[in-house]
Each structure stands twice: as C-alpha cells, then as structure tokens.
C-alpha cells in the first residue's frame, strides 16, 4: 500500500504575501504538493461574483479533487472557513462546530477509503 500524504494550509482567501488574490496560484500548490488530503483554512465561498470567487469550487475543480466544506462564518455573499480536499473516495461527513470557542470554529472531517485500507486514486 502506498503512503497517504497529507497538506494543512492557511490559504488567507487566496491573498499573497504579495497581497494579490489569486487562486490560480493556490492550486498550483496544491497541485505540486502531491497530497491525498488536504486541509484548507480561510477559505472564501462567494456565491455572487466570478468564479474564482467561489474558491472550494474553483480550487476543487482545478485541483480534480472532491470538496467537503466546513464553513464556520455565513456571510450575505456565501461562506467562510475550513475546506477538506481529497482525492480519495469519501465514505462519509461530519461536521461540528465548537461551542467553546468565542467565535465559531468549524471541522469538518471525512472518512475515505484510507481508513478501509484501500489505495487513493
């Protein structure tokens, strides 16, 4: 069995250290890290505009990979926070909120076929 590879990253709605939005650039990351599962923070979800406003969809969809969100703030124009992205078969979601925290922090979590001992595609 191959070795699952994981990525946690803080994308910061696709904005730089150069302080362009740019989520052409983000998924190239991705992309080059070669993880199976990747873990994605401040994600912005906006229905409303241009496609790559809507960054779970645009960057799902530019990676190949399947989406799981996990929004912790609902905003008039969509959504904010976590994003799963995997390329492995997703059996099942949850998702939760933590009542402790002084603003909503969400985590949202997969279970794939990893756990079943199978290989990700």
Same mark, same amino acid.
């Given at each position: ?33 070669? &993880?199976?599962?990747? *873990? #994605? @923070?401040? =994600? ?9 406003? %809507?960054?779970? !969809?645009?960057? &799902?969809?530019?990676? *190949? #990979? @399947?989406? =799981? ?9 969509? %959504?904010?926070? !976590? ?9 099942? =979601? ?28």
């Amino acid at each position: 069995m191959q070795p699952i590879t994981a990525l946690s990253y803080n994308i910061h709605e696709c904005v730089g250290s150069d302080r362009r939005r740019d989520p052409t650039r983000v998924a190239q990351v991705i992309r080059d890290s070669g &993880a199976q599962i990747i *873990g #994605l @923070q401040e =994600v912005h979800s906006d229905g409303t505009g241009a496609e790559e406003l %809507h960054q779970m !969809n645009y960057l &799902a969809r530019a990676t *190949g #990979l @399947q989406a =799981v969100s996990g929004p912790s703030v609902e905003r008039r124009n969509g %959504h904010y926070g !976590n994003v799963l992205l995997t390329s492995c078969k997703i059996l099942a =979601v949850t998702k939760s909120i933590s009542p402790i925290a002084a603003e909503n922090r969400a985590a949202p979590s997969m279970r794939t076929s990893t756990w079943l001992a199978k290989r990700c595609v």
